[in-house]
C-alpha cells in the first residue's frame, strides 16, 4: 500500500481510513494510487470492462479475480431537447456497477494474502463482494442495518457470505472498521466516520467505464453519475483524466454527481462560494426509496471530480426520480431507484442544454422494481376474450 498518496495534500500515506493530516484539518480525504500512463495505447482496441487494459490498474499484479464484468452497453432514450444515453451498468454479472470495483477490490485482496474481506453494505456492494469472494476462495463478511432487503440478504447467503446486520448504521460502519483493525480483514469499502470513500484500489476498476464510453459515445458533453460517497464518480474521473493525460480524447466531459433531495451533501457543498467550506460541508440526510445513494457529507474525492471537470451536482425529490423509475420500465429499461436519480438529472440537463448527456445505470430494478400503476384491469384466474381485449390483445387473436 506505498503507492497511496493524499490528492489533497501530497503525502504519502498507508491503509484505508484516508490522510491523517487532512482529517486533523477537519476534512476527510480518500488515498489514491498514481495515474496510469496509457500513452501508447488505441482507445478503438479496447477490449472493454475491469481488465481489458490490466495494466492500467494499481492492482495490475494481483491475480485476476472476474465473473466477466464490463463492456456494457449504451442505450438511447427519449429526451426533449438533445441526445440522452443510458450505460446499463445493471447488466453486470450481479446486476450493478460494484461488480466492477470487487473485480479489482477482491483481486487486491488476494494479493494482500487476505483470507477474510469486509465492506457495510446496504446492497449491491454487499452482493457483489459475495459472489467475487466466492470466486476467489475466501471469506466475505457483510456489515449491514436492518431493513436490508430480502433480495439482497437471499444474494449474500447464497454467495456463502457471512452476514451482521445492525439496528443503527453508525454503529455497522464502526463495528466494521474494529474488524478491520483488530481482526486484520481487508476492507472493500467506506469503513470511517465521517466518510472518505472506499478502498482505492478497488475504486481503480471504475475507470473503465470512462474507457467504455470515451470509445462508445466520444461526443458526450455530460456524465450523470448517482452519488453517495463518489467512489464511482471519482472512478469515472479518473479514467477520464488517464485518457486526456494521454491524448486519447481532446476533453473530458463534465461529471454531474446525481443525488435525491433527501441527502444533497454534494447539490449544498457546491452552492458554497469557498473550497475551504464546500470542504466540510454536511446535511442531514432523510430515508429515501433511492437509499443507495446521498450522503451526509461531500466526499473530498468526489468534490474534486466536480471541480477538475467543471461539473456541478443536482438533486431530485422522490415523487420526481420514482416517476422517472416508472416510465424508463415502461421503455423496456428497468432500473433501481437510484439509477433513475441520474436519468431524471441527466434529462433536465438534456432540456436546458440540448447537450448530449449519458446517465449511469447503477443497477438493474429487479432488486427494486417500481409500484405499476393503478390502472391495469383486474382479470379473475380465467379471463374471458372480452377481458384480455380489454387489456390490449388484438381482437383478431
Known amino acids: ?44 482496441a479496447f477490449p472493454g470492462g475491469v481488465w481489458g487494459w490490466p495494466d492500467a490498474l494499481a492492482c495490475s499484479d494481483a491475480p485476476v479475480v ?32 460494484k461488480d466492477r470495483g470487487m473485480a479489482a477490490g477482491v483481486s ?15 446492497g449491491n456492494a454487499g452482493v457483489s463482494a459475495a459472489a467475487y469472494a466466492a470466486q476467489a476462495g475466501i471469506t466475505c463478511v457483510v456489515t449491514s442495518s436492518e431493513g436490508l432487503l430480502p433480495y439482497f440478504k437471499s444474494q449474500m447467503l447464497a454467495y456463502g457470505a457471512k452476514l451482521a446486520v445492525f439496528e443503527d448504521p453508525a454503529l455497522r460502519t464502526r463495528m466494521t472498521g ?59 474521473h479518473r479514467g477520464y483524466c ?18 435525491t433531495a433527501t441527502g444533497a451533501a454534494f447539490v449544498a457543498a ?9 470542504e466540510r460541508a454536511e446535511v442531514e440526510r432523510q430515508p429515501s426509496p433511492a437509499f443507495s445513494i446521498g450522503s451526509d457529507n461531500a466526499t473530498w474525492q468526489g468534490l474534486d471530480a466536480l471541480w477538475a471537470s467543471g461539473g456541478s451536482a443536482l438533486a431530485v425529490d422522490p415523487p420526481t426520480f420514482m ?31 440540448g447537450s448530449c448527456v449519458v446517465a449511469i445505470g447503477t443497477a438493474s430494478g429487479v432488486k427494486d422494481p417500481p409500484v405499476p400503476p393503478k390502472d391495469d384491469l383486474d382479470v379473475t384466474a380465467a379471463p374471458s376474450l372480452a377481458q384480455l381485449a380489454q387489456l390490449g390483445l388484438p381482437h383478431d387473436q
Open 178 to 236: 474494529h474488524a478491520v483493525e483488530n481482526l486484520g480483514w481487508y476492507p472493500l469499502a467506506n469503513f470511517v466516520l465521517p466518510a472518505v470513500g472506499g478502498n482505492p484500489f478497488a475504486n481503480e476498476g471504475f475507470k473503465s467505464i470512462a474507457y467504455e464510453l470515451a470509445r462508445d459515445l466520444p461526443d458526450a458533453e455530460y456524465v450523470v453519475v448517482p452519488t453517495c460517497r463518489a467512489d464511482l464518480l471519482s472512478g469515472i
Open 1 to 44: 500500500m506505498s503507492e497511496l498518496s493524499c490528492p489533497r495534500c501530497g503525502r504519502d500515506g498507508s491503509g484505508f481510513a484516508g490522510c491523517t493530516h487532512c482529517r486533523q484539518e477537519g476534512v476527510p480525504v480518500n488515498l489514491r494510487p498514481p495515474l496510469a500512463d496509457l500513452r501508447g495505447k488505441r482507445l478503438d
Open 323 to 353: 416517476a422517472e423509475q416508472a416510465a424508463l420500465a415502461r421503455g423496456g429499461v428497468l432500473l433501481e431507484a437510484s439509477s433513475a436519480v441520474a436519468v431524471a438529472v441527466a434529462r433536465q440537463i438534456v432540456a436546458a442544454t
Open 66 to 97: 472476474t465473473l466477466g464484468e464490463g463492456d456494457t452497453p449504451v442505450v438511447q432514450i427519449a429526451a426533449e431537447g438533445g441526445d440522452l444515453f443510458v450505460k446499463l451498468e445493471s447488466l453486470n454479472p450481479t446486476g450493478s456497477h
Open 242 to 259: 488517464e485518457l486526456e493525460a494521454a491524448g486519447l480524447i481532446p476533453r473530458a466531459p463534465r461529471l454531474v454527481a446525481a443525488e
Open 270 to 278: 457546491m452552492a458554497l462560494d469557498e473550497r475551504h467550506a464546500q
Open 108 to 122: 487486491a485482496a488476494v494479493r494482500h494474502g487476505a483470507e477474510t474481506v469486509v465492506l457495510a453494505s446496504s
